[in-house]
């Protein structure tokens, strides 16, 4: 009987112990030390403890089950070498504190020419930090923070500060702060990133000759906010539902001579927010079903749209505080497609519309003095007041288009919209009491 | 438990919710098809918005009709007189037909938004929660405007009156309701804003909306204005259940205290 109870006693201390949490929350950091310059270190599939400081350039593969776990105190993973490679791993718990000096991250970076790549973050204040840190490259990554509403309390996903060089390509975001924040930060490519959930998808201050492309920002409460940085280049990009009072798709804030090509910006508060920008050269665009397609500040000068697609908006284009100078709609006599929001025609068939069209509207002022205006722009009403303003002579000239695109008509639109018209005309004078009949009476027709 | 029994066989019969599911259906599944082009994980949200903009367009008419016409016709085939003169009185008469036609034009619908899901799931990602949303928003609006038209059916006495009245109906909560808010918005300052949004929030199509946007997750409300805070003085579904409590009240109270017991041609 005693052997028996001190067996189940040893054999208990098994279940109590969990050894191997405890032999690698040692071991890391020793494991790491002590390798060589540029050797590879293979993670195993379980959870090691951090933090951790790697300081000599290695390279770290995990396996499909392989965290490290931070102890909430500070960065998990600092990497202050040169040529670190860190791949396939879970990253978790770093430290939250917003009283400390240093902003904490998952993984931060200090030097130049790492990789880091197919790493998942989860409960870090930042996700990935690049802190002076040149030439890196951050791709296929999975970032996951508090979700929306969370503002101060949590920070951006990948957060990029006095880099400039990198690489941040096939990253997921979701629920952070700022999915993307570059903070004087120069020379860097985005490319193929999913952004959702957060405040500002992308967030550039005082960033300038980046480039983005291909991305996707979707229900986030600004898709891409461009604040004092110049020459960007933003190709491919979409901007879907990022709706709110105060949403946007992309918002130029004193941004001068940045190039936006081919995006699509399609069910936003704001398709294009532009605010005290100048130069900058907006083409090729998908305006699409947003409740205002541009908003223009007055402050904003020297804009060129052309060659755009600006339809279904509820409001196509709207320019507040006054009229910016020389904001252009057309550039070598090619204008900007506007759908059905203006009849048009083109009878030399040389696909600019044969007259300027001029967009009137009465909501500048309201939208201007009012913010809840947005709350009414999805309502129908819109059309019928923006119309009696009109013979009020209340309304003002927004924009002019004077070389208007015309579209490709597709011949069954116009079928369908007879069929529906040649259908009322029936109801209206063949089926007025059949309308009744069908309704009531159990389709009985007497 | 008769009641739902005889609104079912009438409609079953007549042509008016076949119609009217007929629209739903295939305006439903044409926007799937419009929709496949959209993200796998994203399309999903904009599908539904989409579609709530579009049913927006119909749901209340419909209801009004359905609801307008069912009672309407008690009055035509002198059945109602019958029910009346036997042990109910007219109230207990509506909240009986009500519920009959609650359950005759709701569980079809719900039982087809039932079937839509599991088309969704062939081409969609899906996120449950925000279906459930979507389908309680559309059945609240439906509810909303059938009791309209029930109270509608109730005090006209003629079928010329109910297609006006729910032209006029359908008219002011598509454009006038929000038309004359429009006007007053210049004068709307933080101190009468709760005032402002109760009128807003009236409007079943704008509560219901914003019921929606919010719940799913589209509409953000972060970084609020002091002025916009006190606009959204309560959440979105207390809003939705305050105006549902309001109309059906209101149109109970239309239809008990103005019913009219015969209609004529």
Redesign the interface.
């Known amino acids: 009987m005693k052997k028996m109870t001190l067996f189940l006693f040893v054999f208990s201390l098994f279940f109590l112990v969990k050894p191997e949490k405890n032999m690698a929350a040692e071991n890391l950091q020793a494991i790491i030390d002590s390798m060589k310059e540029g050797a590879v270190l293979k993670l195993e599939n379980k959870t090691y403890e951090g933090n951790i400081v790697i300081t000599k350039s290695m390279t770290i593969i995990g396996a499909n089950k392989t965290v490290i776990k931070g102890d909430g105190t500070g960065n998990v993973i600092s990497v202050k070498a040169p040529h670190v490679k860190l791949s396939h791993l879970t990253v978790t718990h770093g430290s939250m504190n917003r009283n400390s000096a240093e902003e904490y991250a998952a993984i931060k970076i200090y030097s130049d020419n790492n990789v880091i790549e197919h790493i998942k973050i989860r409960h870090s204040f930042h996700g990935i930090y690049l802190s002076k840190a040149h030439h890196n490259i951050i791709r296929y990554n999975e970032i996951k923070g508090m979700g929306k509403g969370e503002i101060a309390a949590q920070g951006n996903g990948i957060h990029v500060f006095y880099a400039n060089d990198n690489l941040l390509s096939n990253n997921t975001v979701d629920g952070t702060r700022d999915g993307m924040f570059f903070d004087y930060a120069n020379n860097n490519k985005s490319y193929d990133n999913n952004i959702t959930n957060t405040r500002y998808g992308l967030h550039y201050m005082y960033s300038d000759e980046n480039i983005f492309k291909r991305n996707v920002f979707t229900m986030n409460t600004g898709g891409a906010a461009v604040m004092n940085s110049n020459h960007l280049k933003l190709e491919n990009n979409q901007f879907i539902i990022n709706y709110g009072n105060q949403s946007f798709g992309l918002l130029l804030l004193q941004a001068n001579d940045n190039y936006i090509n081919n995006n699509t910006f399609y069910m936003n508060q704001r398709g294009l927010y532009i605010d005290q920008a100048t130069r900058n050269t907006i083409l090729n665009n998908k305006i699409i079903q947003n409740q205002i397609g541009i908003e223009l500040w007055a402050s904003s000068n020297d804009q060129t749209f052309t060659l755009n697609q600006i339809s279904e908006n509820t409001i196509p284009a709207v320019t507040l505080g006054g009229k910016g100078e020389n904001n252009s709609w057309s550039k070598n006599g090619k204008g900007n497609n506007w759908g059905s929001t203006f009849p048009l025609t083109d009878l030399n068939q040389d696909g600019i519309g044969d007259f300027p069209i001029t967009y009137h509207s009465s909501l500048h002022q309201l939208i201007e003095d009012q913010e809840l205006t947005n709350l009414f722009l999805k309502s129908p009403a819109i059309t019928i007041y923006e119309k009696i303003n009109a013979t009020l002579k209340d309304d003002e000239v927004m924009f002019k288009d004077s070389y208007p695109l015309t579209t490709a008509k597709g011949k069954h639109s116009s079928i369908i919209y007879l069929a529906i018209g040649l259908a009322v005309m029936l109801i209206l004078i063949k089926g007025r009491h059949q309308l009744c009949i069908i309704f009531g009476r159990n389709g009985r027709k007497t | 438990m008769h009641y739902i029994w005889k609104e079912w066989k009438?409609n079953i019969?007549?042509?008016?919710l076949w119609?009217s599911l007929s629209i739903i259906v295939i305006l439903t599944i044409s926007i799937l098809f419009r929709s496949t082009a959209l993200?796998f994980d994203?399309g999903f949200?904009?599908l539904l918005?989409n579609l709530f903009?579009t049913l927006i367009y119909f749901i209340p008419i419909l209801c009004l009709?359905?609801g307008?016409?069912?009672i309407?016709?008690e009055k035509?085939?002198k059945t109602l007189i019958m029910l009346l003169t036997k042990k109910d009185n007219y109230p207990s008469f509506l909240v009986k037909k009500s519920l009959g036609l609650y359950t005759v034009v709701l569980v079809p619908l719900i039982g087809w938004f039932f079937l839509y899901l599991l088309l969704l799931k062939f081409t969609f990602q899906l996120d449950i929660k925000s279906y459930l949303i979507f389908v309680a928003a559309i059945v609240l609006m439906a509810l909303i405007f059938l009791q309209m038209g029930a109270a509608i059916g109730s005090f006209s006495r003629s079928?010329m009156q109910?297609?006006g009245y729910t032209i006029f109906v359908w008219f002011y909560f598509?454009?006038?309701?929000?038309?004359i808010?429009?006007s007053f918005?210049?004068d709307?300052t933080y101190e009468n804003?709760k005032l402002?949004s109760s009128v807003?929030f009236l409007n079943p199509?704008?509560s219901v909306?914003m019921y929606l946007?919010t719940g799913m997750?589209?509409?953000?409300?972060?970084?609020?204005?002091r002025?916009?805070q006190a606009?959204m003085w309560t959440k979105p579904v207390f809003f939705l259940l305050g105006n549902l409590i309001f109309w059906l009240a209101v149109s109970f109270g239309t239809a008990i205290v103005f019913n009219r017991k015969e209609g004529y041609e």
């Open positions: 009438e019969r007549g042509k008016g119609l993200s994203k949200y904009i918005i903009d009709f359905i307008a016409f069912s309407f016709q035509e085939q079928r109910i297609i598509f454009f006038l309701h929000d038309f808010l429009l918005l210049p709307v804003v402002f807003y199509l704008q909306r946007e997750g589209v509409y953000s409300f972060g970084h609020m204005s002025l916009l606009f």
